[in-house]
């Protein structure tokens, strides 16, 4: 199975919103509701911002949301902070089960 | 607070076998309903999930590595560990263990340790 398509990256001023998108086929992301993002900080590991399409762990900001139209899912940004520059990645279960996932390329997001 | 941390070699030849351990802290491994996982990164590259296994052994591979990959466990020890054999440079990466919750999410994460492949 071939990673999830992310755009390569996106950048947004300071209080503006973003959106990144993350597309799978059929049996990826249309199939499941359990898309995941991660943001990485360099040289840190990920950490889960979004999980089940649109659920926000306790801890993470509510500026973080997630939504799923087909087999796109995609993570938006509002009031976009400095801290919020990092790579995103979308993640999804694969080949028709939950043993097996998969992983978007990757976006990272510039702070302008 | 779960916490993981990967040990293990950082440099391995081609052709070895790649080892490495993930200390789990903080909770029991044998609590049911997670996943111990290992996913890996490439130099400046995407996620890659390599598999995972359950406390009671079961394991579930990325179908692309299962001929080299094996994940197990040590309950006596709260570790699990990765083989992955007959490496190459393109295994070179940078490895993190990491815990899959019920609710379909990888979290904590460790740290993750470079392994770089290389004569």
């Known amino acids: 199975q071939s990673a999830l398509t992310q755009p390569a990256s996106v950048s947004g001023s300071p209080g503006q919103s973003i959106t990144i998108s993350c597309s799978g086929i059929?049996?990826?992301?249309?199939?499941?509701?359990?898309v995941s993002w991660y943001q990485q900080h360099p040289g840190k590991a990920p950490k889960v911002v979004i999980y089940?399409?649109?659920k926000r762990p306790s801890g993470v900001s509510n500026r973080f949301s997630g939504s799923m139209s087909g087999n796109t899912a995609s993570l938006t940004i509002s009031g976009l902070q400095a801290e919020d520059e990092a790579e995103y990645f979308c993640?999804?279960?694969?080949?028709?089960?939950?043993?097996?996932?998969?992983f978007g390329g990757g976006t990272k997001l510039t702070v302008l | 607070q779960v916490q993981l941390q990967e040990s293990g070699p950082g440099l391995v030849k081609p052709s070895q076998t790649l080892s490495l351990t993930c200390n789990v802290s903080?909770?029991?491994?044998?609590?049911?309903?997670?996943?111990w996982t290992w996913i890996r990164q490439h130099p400046g590259k995407g996620l890659e999930w390599l598999g995972y296994?359950?406390?009671?052994?079961?394991?579930y591979y990325n179908p692309s590595l299962k001929s080299r990959v094996t994940i197990s466990v040590d309950t006596s020890k709260n570790q699990f560990s990765l083989r992955l054999s007959s490496v190459t440079a393109a295994d070179t990466a940078v490895y993190y263990c990491?815990?899959?919750?019920?609710?379909?999410?990888?979290?904590?994460w460790g740290q993750g340790t470079l392994v770089t492949v290389s004569s």
């Open positions: 990491a815990r899959r919750l019920v609710n379909n999410l990888f979290d904590p």
């Open positions: 903080g909770g029991s491994l044998r609590s049911g309903g997670y996943y």
């Open positions: 296994i359950y406390y009671t052994g079961n394991t």
């Open positions: 059929n049996s990826d992301v249309g199939s499941y509701n359990f």
């Open positions: 089940e399409v649109s």
């Open positions: 993640c999804s279960n694969a080949g028709g089960s939950t043993t097996y996932w998969v």
